[in-house]
């Protein structure tokens, strides 16, 4: 495997316990990549393949990336956040137009790539809007993810001195 590939594994044990919300969560999260797979957007992770096992997805394919956006930002305090929060925008509003919202956007789940991309990573949570994100107790909303996004440029204080 070449060392920019990181296997994002299901947790099968877990199924195999009687734990049916790992396998449902993960067999989900397979579908929010091929739906990606299908038309990519630069600002949100794809995958790269993914490993079967007897019919079952067992492994998802996925890019690393050396630096979240807030590591980059500690390396590098001239990245124009701006840039790479409407970059992340972009990916979100993307993700919003296939039906589906990313409900767990946060600093640690935006990535820059080496072109210096801001990419949005983790769609483990990503789901229709209204349906329930078991694992997160909540429903699935755009409102989820503009929150965040509002809570992110909060956090980095946007629009104040930065370039």
């Known amino acids: 495997m070449p060392a920019n590939i990181f296997i994002r594994r299901s947790r099968l044990i877990l199924y195999f316990l009687g734990d049916s919300t790992v396998s449902d969560s993960f067999r989900a999260e397979a ?22 096992l007897k019919g079952r997805i067992t492994g998802q394919l996925l890019p690393t990336y050396t630096y979240t956006l807030f590591e980059a930002l500690a390396k590098d305090p001239t990245i124009n956040v701006n840039d790479a929060l409407l970059q992340v925008s972009a990916g979100v509003e993307y993700l919003h137009k296939l039906g589906l919202c990313h409900n767990d956007i946060h600093v640690k789940n935006i990535m820059i790539d080496n072109d210096g991309l801001a990419v949005l990573i983790d769609v483990e949570f ?21 929150e965040a996004m509002e809570r992110i ?10 370039k």
Do not use: F, W
């Open 153 to 162: 440029a909060r956090e980095l204080k946007v629009g104040k001195n930065k």
């Open 31 to 52: 579908r929010v990549y091929a739906a990606i797979e299908k038309s990519p957007h630069p600002h949100l992770v794809s995958r790269c393949g993914c490993l079967v």
């Open 126 to 146: 990503a789901r229709p809007g209204g349906e329930q994100v078991t694992v997160l107790g909540k429903m699935s909303s755009r409102r989820n993810d503009y």
